[in-house]
């Protein structure tokens, strides 16, 4: 674990100095299938060869395996579903194995998709980012916001009448000052509650580790099963269970949201316990909320759709 799905170009004057000559290197072979006019059985058939070809390396007892997702238009297969059928199969392969596999797909393949969710997704996305490109507020809005957001300091006026440069001279005591102009500004209220900052702290909530952690007991899931589910590495994995204040990135935090299949709003949770949030503004970010939004959570999936709009992969 995990599957990667990375561009490259292949030098063909490579010399093969990266192949590790202290271990022992195999070449499985991906036979393409030819179609004969079935979609529903030529997509069958290969997705059998990419799993057949995991099936070949797993008997090997390989730890990694490298396969170049080679052009099959002219067998009948277009480059989107090849890669499609190839995420798919090694994806399902992988929810048994902890082998790690690299996709390597050539520069110069192109993919296009006509499917059905393929455009329901690019509505998503257009619909989402014309929506969030400007957010309008009347003036009054704009004048409450400003007035409770800013803390309005002792005027240069003030200070100078107080007979001294002293930014304090002439008030009782900070404390004191700030109580009163946040009273002063709180809408008519006698009393502002005042917290200490360690008071604060010591009343924070969940950690990402503990939030996720419960969310696995509470379905009875199985460690193993989650961090697969997600793409992530059992090392990685093994760190967050072991360090109550692990912070992991956003791709990773977003990896075990998908693989637990949460809902958004609990989504969203996950991600603030460890300082993120999903923006209308990322496209990446755009492209999860479609997918939670209509109950996909096959991160394999996922992540084909995140490799062809060029956003990074999730896990991974």
């Known amino acids: ?105 050539f520069d110069d393949i192109s993919f296009t998709s006509n499917s059905k969710s393929f455009h329901s997704l690019n509505t998503f996305i257009e619909k989402s980012c014309s929506e969030n490109r400007y957010q309008r507020v009347s003036q009054e809005e704009f004048n409450a916001l400003r007035n409770a957001a800013t803390l309005r300091m002792p005027s240069r006026e003030y200070r100078h009448k107080s007979g001294s440069d002293s930014f304090l001279s002439g008030i009782a005591s900070p404390k004191a000052a700030l109580a009163k102009e946040l009273e002063r500004t709180s809408t008519g209220k006698k009393h502002f509650p005042q917290r200490r900052l360690d008071d604060m702290l010591s009343q924070h909530g969940e950690t990402f580790q503990q939030m996720l952690i419960r969310l696995i007991d509470e379905r009875g899931e199985c460690d193993a099963d989650v961090y697969r589910r997600a793409n992530v590495h059992r090392s990685v994995f093994s760190r967050i269970r072991s360090n109550p204040d692990y912070r992991p990135s956003k791709n990773t935090a977003l990896a075990f949201a998908i693989a637990l299949r949460l809902p958004l709003e609990v989504t969203l949770d996950l991600l603030l316990r460890a300082g993120y949030t999903l923006s209308p503004s990322n496209r990446q970010d755009i492209i999860l909320k479609y997918y939670i939004t209509e109950g996909i959570y096959d991160i394999f999936e996922i992540n084909e759709t995140l490799f062809l709009y060029d956003q990074s992969l999730l896990g991974a």
């Open 1 to 105: 674990m995990p599957l990667t799905i990375v561009r490259n170009n292949i030098d063909n004057n490579d010399n093969n100095d990266n192949i590790d000559k202290n271990k022992t290197n195999f070449i499985v072979n991906v036979t393409c299938p030819v179609e004969q006019g079935n979609d529903v059985d030529g997509k069958r058939l290969l997705y059998e060869s990419y799993y057949c070809a995991m099936e070949q390396a797993k008997k090997r007892n390989c730890e990694s395996v490298t396969i170049p997702l080679t052009s099959f238009v002219e067998y009948g297969f277009p480059n989107a579903i090849n890669l499609h059928e190839a995420v798919r199969a090694i994806g399902d392969y992988m929810l048994n194995t902890d082998m790690s596999v690299s996709l390597v797909v």
